[in-house]
């Protein structure tokens, strides 16, 4: 046991005063934690509040003892969620949520990013692919089968950055633990791993092809295929992303 060769004071472990160590509770399979934190709560009623007034209780005592609460947290939670927990003087290790947060904003922000410039890449670069709408219309083409086409192709950009995202982070990890003495690892062996890849590429996908894929279909075939000698819708649509400032 954990508290085998622990050295008590004076009835320490018959004593509902002190609170000095931490505790863990393995439940039954099929407990229902509510009930027990209920009966938890009850201790402070049945057995401390009676202690504490068999003696000289100290002033406030009697109060605090009134507002005190029982909660079980699943240990699962702990490591990110150690507020509550008194174990600083085990020296066990924990972590922040805050950073979690911090830095899952930040990957969102620049995946964002990422998807914005998926779609200004896309549309700068329509003008060279007109042509290619021009005639799939001609040959019958439906507005609805290209937008499926330029999905499927943003989607498989999506699929193919993050497959190569796994890869570099796999190569990349060790290194990084060494300097940041961390022991952080790729969950690659879980069931929902994969899975949450893939759902992310394909809302990835669909969020920085969708403008795209609408924009290159709404393209009329007779005024495409008439720029044969002409640079002007080409130099309209790149003029955004090629202009030169001026002074």
């Known amino acids: 046991m954990a508290l085998e060769g622990e050295v008590f004071w004076e009835n320490e472990r018959t004593s509902w005063c002190c609170s000095n160590y931490t505790d863990y509770v393995l439940l039954q399979a099929g407990a229902n934690v509510a009930d027990l934190e209920k009966k938890l709560s009850s201790i402070p009623g049945t057995y401390m509040i009676p202690e504490a007034l068999q003696k000289t209780p100290e002033k ?5 003892l009134k507002s005190m609460s029982f909660e079980l947290q699943p240990i699962d939670e702990i490591y990110l969620n150690a507020e509550e927990v008194n174990d600083s003087s085990y020296d066990v290790a924990h972590g922040d949520i805050r950073f979690i947060w911090l830095f899952g904003s930040i990957a969102v922000f620049i995946l964002i990013l990422a998807c914005f410039n998926f779609i200004n890449l896309s549309t700068a670069r329509s003008a060279s692919r ?3 709408v021009g005639i799939r219309k001609v040959v019958g083409s439906m507005r609805a089968a290209l937008i ?3 999905l499927t192709e943003s989607f498989l950009f999506s699929f ?7 890869v570099a982070t796999s ?7 060494n300097i940041a003495n961390r022991s952080i690892s790729l969950p690659l062996n879980e069931l929902w791993f994969i899975p949450t890849l893939f759902v992310v590429s394909l809302f990835v996908g669909v969020v920085s092809g969708i403008y795209p894929a609408f924009h290159l279909s709404s393209f009329q075939p ?13 130099v309209f649509l790149s003029s955004f992303s090629s202009r030169s400032p001026r002074h």
């Open 60 to 64: 406030g005592e009697i109060e605090w």
């Open 130 to 132: 007109a042509k290619e």
């Open 148 to 150: 499926r086409q330029f």
């Open 160 to 166: 193919i950055a993050i497959v190569i995202a796994v």
């Open 171 to 177: 190569l990349l990890l060790p290194s990084f633990n």
């Open 222 to 234: 007779g005024k495409v295929l008439k720029i044969k000698n002409k640079t002007g819708l080409v």
